[in-house]
Nanobody
Framework: QVQVVESGGGLVQAGGSLRLACVAS???????????MGWYRQAPGKQRDLVAL???????NYADSVKGRFTISRDNAKNKVYLQMNSLKAEDTAVYYC??????????WGKGTLVTVSS
């Protein structure tokens, strides 16, 4: 199987920056079939929403609310994905989850890392 583990969350003041990291480990044959990796977030009392995705060829997709502030990147050789978050706002406060997806429709989720932005 595959395990997904996030790191890098914490408390930051509004306007500050954080970098999240996620690594997928486990069955190498399954990991090699992972196409898309991404970040989602869930604020208290709200649903889990997409933040950013990146495919194995580097194609990215961002939620409108983070465009221009967040950057997703990926190291395929190390099965890692990163989320650089700049100009953080109080509304970015949430638990951030890493997702690794392989076709046709298999998802692996991490347990999440908490990001708290103080205003």
């Amino acid at each position: 199987q595959v395990q997904v583990v996030e790191s890098g969350g914490g408390l930051v003041q509004a306007g500050g920056s954080l970098r999240l990291a996620c690594v997928a480990s486990g069955n190498i044959f399954i990991i090699n079939t992972i196409n898309t990796m991404g970040w989602y977030r869930q604020a208290p009392g709200k649903q889990r929403d997409l933040v950013a995705l990146i495919t194995s060829d580097g194609t990215t997709n961002y939620a409108d609310s983070v465009k221009g502030r967040f950057t997703i990147s990926r190291d395929n050789a190390k099965n890692k994905v990163y989320l650089q978050m700049n100009s953080l706002k109080a509304e970015d406060t949430a638990v951030y989850y890493c997702n690794a997806a392989r076709p046709p429709s298999v998802d692996y989720w991490g347990k999440g890392t908490l990001v708290t932005v103080s205003s």
